[in-house]
């Protein structure tokens, strides 16, 4: 449907071959050498030799007044002939690859400390347990004053270099010396990097005695792993529903989608297929050995979903396994192949179209080369209200597709959720918006957390956490005062409007500051997140529903027998 031209297509393709070529001309000694690999390569691609791209290449390289790098120009070329195609083929440049990666490759080389430096000051809020920091001594309240005794406390450092800092390569070491609360004199320690684990799965938790709660914010290589385990701790605690987060979600690798996908389907359904160029389809079905067949089943979305998430999301809608609740995801229906080149740089290019178990592309139109356009679309949803309204959303008749069970589903922009909730603007007033855009509201949770740091590394779990805020009588008060005392004057109307999304956020990221982490960010965040709460009263009817067609069976049976 969204066919790329014969020119957008070959006339990169020729370039991306011309620039390769300039680049193996620097590579060998002699200009008969380089000659002959042009000819070898330009007759392995069927191109011929007054190809204009081919002759530029040789004609810069050899006869060009300056001396000029052919590979610093294709760091320039290449991204521009990527412009030319769909949005997601995109070149990364050597210098990126690392940042790029890491998500995904769920691992990096550091010391394994959470710290905030929003105050100018380097405050470790976490260390991770068993890590290098940990080892080494280094514990939650530590104020980082110097890196290797370069001073990182009232310097303004940005956090990206703090970072850059502590990183490094793992058998490394890193001098910090820190500021500890009753120690007048800085304490030194050494501590030595090792791998540090990125966790896909932000939580994992059971928001009442029979749902769990799990959040996954990308598809990383360890994703289906860490799902296991999540799924193997909930269902100890008795779960039998499953709230799965996928909001936010943007993607990552496909193999991850479909093997959690599977862990969720009965035999033989189609998970996802793609087609390539050529019309070559491969079709991934379901194993009939998934952990979680029986779980009744709620995907979130909203319109950061992208790629894999949709992959997941689609599954489970067209297999009529459980139902998706949120808003229409972002529309991301090709796949890439990252394709590295020996310089540690790489070329992600789509390869490839996914289609849902019924047949449908998500994806979302594009004109080639147009990615202001593409990104624009965001915007476009939000003016035309569909964030607030799924009666703004319009779908095509010749997109709909119906499911086994007859559910109507529509193709070609994003999965549209079985239950739609509107974007959530209640509880904004002028006084939320200014604590909150100021950043006071989130300094205020640092500084609470430095003062009260005995009390928070007391906490083990979420009832202790509850406890804990139950106690403390003044936090709210207390936190308005603060406000106040940063210019922001209290409006008794707006606060009492807004106390209740506040109040929730202060304990949220409150919480984050001890051991449960990101467990404790969402038990505080969910009371207020009307997704999460229509989600949960979803399932309470779909259980109501299955009540009263067993009471229904059971009477029938009575009656059989009497």
């Not at 406890?467 to 004057?489: I, T």
């Not at 990101?518 to 038990?523: K, R, S, V």
């Amino acid at each position: 449907m969204y066919k790329n031209t014969k020119y957008t297509i070959v006339f990169p393709l020729i370039l991306a071959a011309g620039i390769v070529l300039g680049i193996m001309l620097g590579q060998f000694v002699g200009r008969n050498r380089a000659e002959s690999q042009i000819r070898s390569i330009v007759n392995r691609s069927n191109l011929h030799l007054n190809n204009k791209i081919m002759q530029t290449c040789m004609l810069v390289e050899h006869q060009f007044v300056d001396s000029i790098s052919l590979d610093s120009l294709s760091e320039l070329v290449i991204p521009l002939m990527m412009k030319e195609l769909d949005p997601h083929s995109v070149y990364i440049p050597a210098r990126e690859m690392q940042q790029m990666n890491e998500p995904l490759e769920g691992e990096f080389d550091g010391i394994g400390v959470v710290f905030n430096a929003a105050t100018d000051t380097v405050i470790v809020l976490n260390v991770i347990p068993n890590g290098p920091s940990a080892k080494a001594g280094v514990v939650a309240g530590d104020r980082i004053i110097k890196i290797n005794d370069t001073l990182a406390a009232g310097v303004k450092m940005p956090q990206a270099e703090i970072m850059k800092r502590l990183r490094g390569r793992r058998g490394t070491e890193v001098k910090l010396s820190l500021k500890r609360l009753g120690i007048e004199d800085l304490v030194d320690i050494v501590v030595v990097r090792d791998v540090i684990p990125i966790k896909s799965i932000e939580s994992a938790f059971m928001i009442d005695d029979k749902t769990g709660f799990v959040r996954l914010s990308q598809f990383a290589r360890t994703s289906y792993e860490e799902l296991m385990l999540a799924m193997l701790k909930l269902r100890a605690q008795g779960m039998k529903n499953l709230i799965f987060d996928l909001r936010g979600n943007s993607g990552g690798y496909m193999d991850q989608a479909i093997m959690i996908a599977n862990e969720f389907l009965p035999s033989g359904n189609l998970i996802v297929y793609t087609e390539d160029r050529k019309g070559e389809q491969v079709k991934q079905f379901s194993n009939g050995k998934g952990v979680a067949t029986d779980i009744n089943l709620v995907v979130l979305i909203d319109e950061e979903s992208a790629s894999s998430s949709e992959i997941l999301a689609g599954a489970v809608q067209d297999n009529d396994r459980g139902t998706i609740v949120g808003r229409r995801s972002f529309g991301k229906g090709l796949v890439q192949n990252q394709l590295p080149y020996k310089d540690g740089s790489a070329l992600r290019l789509t390869v490839a179209r996914y289609y849902t178990p019924t047949g449908r592309s998500i994806q979302k139109p594009y004109k080639n080369g147009d990615e202001l356009d593409y990104q624009m679309d965001l915007v476009r949803r939000y003016r035309n209200n569909e964030f607030f309204s799924a009666d703004s959303i319009h779908f095509a008749d010749s997109l709909r597709f119906t499911t086994p069970k007859g559910k109507v589903v529509y193709g070609g922009g994003g999965i549209m959720p079985d239950l739609f909730v509107p974007l959530d603007t209640t509880h904004m007033s002028r006084y939320y918006m200014e604590v909150s855009g100021r950043n006071i509201l989130y300094r205020y949770t640092i500084e609470y957390a430095d003062k009260h740091r005995e009390a928070l590394n007391k906490v083990q779990t979420l009832e202790d956490l509850d406890l804990m805020f139950e106690a403390d009588k003044n936090l709210f008060n207390d936190f308005v005062r603060y406000a106040a005392s940063k210019g922001v004057k209290p409006v008794r109307s707006e606060i009492a409007y807004s106390r209740e999304v506040m109040e929730a956020q202060l304990k949220a990221y409150i919480g984050r500051n001890t051991v449960l982490e990101d467990d404790a960010f969402y038990h505080n965040i969910f009371p207020i997140d009307n997704i999460v709460q229509s989600a949960l009263k979803w399932i309470e009817e779909s259980e109501k529903g299955a009540e009263a067609k067993a009471d229904v069976a059971t009477d029938a049976d009575n009656k059989s027998e009497n």
